[in-house]
T-cell receptor, first 115, second 113 residues
Framework: AQKVTQAQTEISVVEKEDVTLDCVYE???????LFWYKQPPSGELVFLIR??????QNEISGRYSWNFQKSTSSFNFTITASQVVDSAVYFC????????????FGAGTTVTVRA | EAQVTQNPRYLITVTGKKLTVTCSQN?????MSWYRQDPGLGLRQIYY???????DKGDVPEGYKVSRKEKRNFPLILESPSPNQTSLYFC????????????FGDGTRLSIL
């Protein structure tokens, strides 16, 4: 069974600090996909990134970056120079190729950025 | 504009009174799914549908029904709601292709008294 663990329940930082969100996953499948979603206070879920298990290259998109390490089954997310607008709940999720429409979510990490 | 529309957005009702939450998408996506979000548990899949007339149970299907008579619609039915179904519900869709990102509706907050 697939499983996603986000051990950090809440993180609070001051604006301009960097913040890293941890995500650890479990799967028996060799082909799988990892996702990050953002849920701002308004409540909608916003897709941020998808990464497949064969692509371990780190990715950067503006102030966001992702570090995928198969050796430790982790897919961590870093926000550089955080802003108040980054305050949200962030979810890590996993789907396996053999059951690709089943998306398993972590419990989420609430990030609060203080001005 | 690509949209996943859920109705209602908010509902307070009483135990045992049947209710339906509608979900409609305009992206011609094959896949649709329902999730519930509860504090500390993230999102959990209730039911999903791979195409018209094809539905299957997710992780927490008890107390829910779904139907997929048309490609664009995937209603969630609570025949006899109970307080433990008080939650935030999301409908999601995805297009054909391996592990496509799911697009979510804005959510429906249900309170069952």
């Amino acid at each position: 069974a697939q499983k996603v663990t986000q051990a950090q329940t809440e993180i609070s930082v001051v604006e301009k600090e960097d913040v890293t969100l941890d995500c650890v996953y479990e799967t028996r499948d060799t082909t799988y996909y990892l996702f990050w979603y953002k849920q701002p206070p308004s409540g909608e879920l916003v897709f941020l990134i998808r990464r497949n298990s064969f692509d371990e290259q780190n990715e950067i998109s503006g102030r966001y970056s992702w570090n995928f390490q198969k050796s430790t089954s982790s897919f961590n997310f870093t926000i550089t120079a955080s802003q108040v607008v980054d305050s949200a709940v962030y979810f890590c999720a996993l789907s396996e190729a053999l059951n690709d429409y089943k998306l398993s979510f972590g419990a989420g990490t609430t990030v609060t950025v203080r001005a | 504009e690509a949209q996943v529309t859920q109705n209602p957005r908010y509902l307070i009702t009483v135990t045992g009174k049947k209710l339906t939450v509608t979900c409609s998408q305009n992206m011609n996506h094959e896949y649709m799914s329902w999730y519930r979000q509860d504090p500390g548990l993230g999102l959990r899949q209730i039911y999903y549908s791979m195409n018209v007339e094809v539905t299957d149970k997710g992780d927490v299907p008890e107390g829910y029904k779904v139907s997929r008579k048309e490609k664009r619609n995937f209603p969630l039915i609570l025949e006899s709601p109970s307080p433990n179904q008080t939650s935030l519900y999301f409908c999601a869709t995805a297009g054909r292709g391996l592990n496509q990102p799911q697009h979510f509706g804005d959510g429906t907050r249900l309170s069952i008294l």
